[in-house]
């Protein structure tokens, strides 16, 4: 692929806020963006499990990213939203602080991610996006989740 080409590339991001820093996953992997609504408790689920919600019928398992990524916990905002994506062949709710917007971001302006950033395993992270003064930390949405973890959740939304 030639530089100009690659300039001319961009990628679609969902950017969302968890403790005032900007996240963002590709748009591809989103289905939606919910209010928060009551969410039912799972016994025995991993601590990061939030518990279900019905979604038009559906059962879908609901994680909170700030317990997942080892961040404080805190009260959830008129502000909070659940942003429903698919995550390794599953459909998960994932809770976040606040949904900021959609940007159009050139794939020039993506770094490679560093080994470590805020408590974050690299392996969370697809990359780092500069963009208008701000830096918006990139996850693969593919990694969040361990396998098993991924396992659990598929038979979470199968048997709820």
């Known amino acids: 692929m030639t530089t100009v080409e690659e300039k001319e590339r961009e990628e679609q991001i969902v950017v969302f806020q968890l403790a005032e820093q900007n996240y963002g996953v590709d748009i591809a992997g989103v289905y939606e963006i919910i209010r928060m609504e009551n969410i039912t408790r799972v016994p025995r689920a991993p601590s990061f499990v939030e518990g279900v919600i019905n979604l038009r019928g559906r059962i879908i398992p609901v994680i909170d990213l700030r317990k ?13 939203r659940i942003v429903i994506v698919e995550m390794g062949g599953t459909t998960v709710g994932m809770v976040v602080d606040a949904v900021l917007e959609v940007l159009r971001i050139p794939a020039s302006s993506i770094e490679p991610p560093p ?11 697809r990359g780092i996006a500069l963009w208008d003064d701000r830096l918006i930390i990139l996850l693969n949405l593919e990694r969040i989740l361990y396998d098993k973890e991924k396992k659990a959740l598929a038979q979470m939304e199968q048997t709820a």
Not at 68 to 80: D, K, L, N, W
Not at 115 to 125: C, R
């Open 115 to 125: 080994p470590v950033i805020h408590g974050i395993e690299a392996a969370y992270l």
């Open 68 to 80: 997942r990524f080892g961040m404080p916990a805190t009260e959830h905002t008129r502000a909070s």
